[in-house]
């Protein structure tokens, strides 16, 4: 775009703004004097968001109590959901804490056919996975099987990961990963049976594998409970022949909320 087309487009949007003020996007109301600094989310809002930005677990981004010294990058920490559960990732990180707001926006973004949400979210994520990212990362979305992507009309993960790559310069792959059968909702599963009723869903597709060979992956999700989905979706990559995994995930359900 060159400098007559963004000062144009600069000159539109701050009209709209003028004629349309920005909206929190967890509540509608109006966020001049937004909580979180960026016109996002009003001060309310902002107070119900529990972004994960103190001591976490290395392997999955879960929030660890604070030694005071805020954000953590000892990769040692590990929280007891990744004590109790192997996970075949190296590392990974998240932005929110699925509760309250958050998970609020997740849904919509989600089920609520709100992909308008996902720049704000996605830069959201962006911040958060900078500790495991790396210049040679190829970035990948969680796939959703055809059946419930026709549903849905857009997969969530992709709106996300799409963004993290550009914004990081990373190589975004979006058809890494192949859902090849058409499981059932995880919704009220216990943890075994998560597991089981993913096994052996994800593949890695025949034309991409070549190009994975020794590199490093990052995997993208909205949410991680058990982390079936993201166990499923690295042991496809690292049986490919991929590099040391990553995962990054919007938000991480924890055992307090």
């Not at 609020?104 to 830069?123: E, F």
């Not at 993208?220 to 496809?236: F, I, K």
Request: hydrophobic fraction near 40%; proline fraction near 5%; charged fraction near 20%.
């Amino acid at each position: 775009m060159g400098l007559q087309h963004r000062v144009i487009a600069g000159s539109v949007k701050g009209a709209l703004r003028m004629i349309f003020p920005p909206q929190c996007l967890g509540c509608a109301a109006s966020v001049t004097a937004a909580g979180d600094g960026t016109g996002s989310l009003c001060p309310g809002c902002w107070a119900e968001t529990r972004f994960i930005t103190g001591a976490c677990c290395g392997r999955c981004g879960a929030p660890l109590p604070d030694d005071g010294h805020g954000q953590s990058t000892d990769e040692a920490l590990t929280c007891d959901d990744c004590l109790a559960i192997a996970r075949p990732w190296d590392s990974g990180r998240a932005a929110l804490v699925y509760s309250g707001i958050g998970r609020q926006l997740v849904l919509m973004l989600k089920h609520g056919d709100r992909p308008d949400l996902a720049p704000t979210l996605a830069a959201w994520l962006a911040r958060a996975a900078q500790p495991v990212i790396s210049p040679d990362m190829i970035v990948a979305p969680v796939p959703l099987h055809l059946r419930r992507l026709l549903k849905r009309k857009y997969n969530q993960a992709t709106l996300i990961s799409t963004r993290l790559a550009r914004s990081h310069g990373l190589e975004h792959r979006d058809d890494l990963l192949i859902r090849r059968t058409h499981t059932q909702m995880q919704d009220h599963r216990g943890v075994s049976d998560r597991f089981e009723n993913l096994r052996g869903s994800m593949t890695v597709s025949a034309k991409r594998a070549q190009g994975i060979q020794g590199r490093p992956i990052l995997l993208v999700d909205d949410v991680m409970t058990s982390g079936a989905t993201l166990s499923v979706a690295t042991q496809a990559l690292l049986a490919a022949g991929s590099g040391p995994v990553f995962v990054a995930v919007l938000a991480r359900a924890v055992k307090d909320d």
